[in-house]
């Protein structure tokens, strides 16, 4: 993808970005690289992860050690990294604003941000501090005011009910949503792909299906043949990949 005008290559071993034109405007040097975000772009040189401008100047110097993934974009001013193997968030100068203490960092998104502990899912604020505990089996970034969370706390599943573990939660850590769905996407202009055990379809923050269609992907959803028989309606899948990961 395309951003801030620029995105990277790879050259043999090596990244670089080129523009619109297909023009190479910063020459394959970096080890790996992201895409660009409020001006600046993660690169690594060796194992360590920096930030550089549009026009390929260093802006925060490789430092940071991300070992199970990757220096994050800069989303509200902030970057999610790693160092001695807990995950933080930088500003634009490299300085860290909420300390590394997290198992996993994602990034910002209205004002909140998610993070991992002890294999659970919870957000922080611009400061760091706790803003929803860390409860959940799973969650997604806030979009529209909601996020997407998982309250399943079992790997397997037992009984039909035991899917319904997705729900959406205020800033406040307050289901709006109760939880209910197999699976969801993140609110986008209103809307949000969910899963059921019968359909997938589109709601509004109501709740409430603009759409729906009979199509459930069991073979993802149902590893212990829970549902009836008649509810194994299938997908292409390519389709299914999507559909079981929440994505539209």
């Not at 550089?52 to 990757?70: D, H, K, N, W």
């Not at 089996?137 to 037992?158: K, L, P, Q, W």
């Not at 939880?179 to 379809?201: D, M, R, W």
Request: hydrophobic share 40%; charged share 25%; net charge negative.
């Amino acid at each position: 993808r395309f951003s801030d005008g620029l995105t990277y290559f790879k050259a043999g071993d090596l990244y670089g970005f080129i523009n619109k034109g297909g023009e190479e405007v910063i020459a394959p040097f970096f080890d790996d690289a992201r895409g660009f975000s409020d001006g600046l772009a993660a690169v690594k040189l060796g194992d360590k992860w920096g930030y550089i401008s549009t026009a390929g100047t260093p802006v925060i110097l490789p430092q940071f050690i991300c070992e199970r993934g990757m220096a994050g974009p800069f989303r509200e001013g902030l970057a999610r990294v790693s160092r001695d193997g807990k995950w933080g968030h930088i500003n634009r100068v490299g300085e860290f604003e909420v300390a590394p203490r997290f198992d996993m960092a994602l990034e910002f998104a209205e004002g909140l941000a998610e993070i991992e502990l002890h294999k659970l899912r919870g957000f922080v604020d611009r400061t760091g501090e706790p803003v929803i505990d860390a409860s959940f089996a799973h969650a997604g970034r806030f979009s529209e005011g909601v996020a997407r969370v998982d309250i399943r706390t079992r790997e397997n599943y037992d009984s039909v009910d035991s899917f319904r573990s997705v729900g959406f939660i205020d800033p406040k850590g307050r289901f709006v949503l109760r939880p209910f769905y197999f699976s969801a996407g993140t609110f986008q202009t209103g809307h949000c792909l969910v899963v059921t055990e019968k359909e997938i379809g589109y709601i509004n923050h109501s709740g409430e299906f603009i759409w729906k269609g009979p199509w459930v992907e069991i073979g993802q959803l149902d590893p212990h043949h829970l549902l009836p028989a008649e509810l194994a309606w299938t997908v292409p899948a390519a389709s299914a990949n999507s559909i079981v990961e929440g994505e539209s």
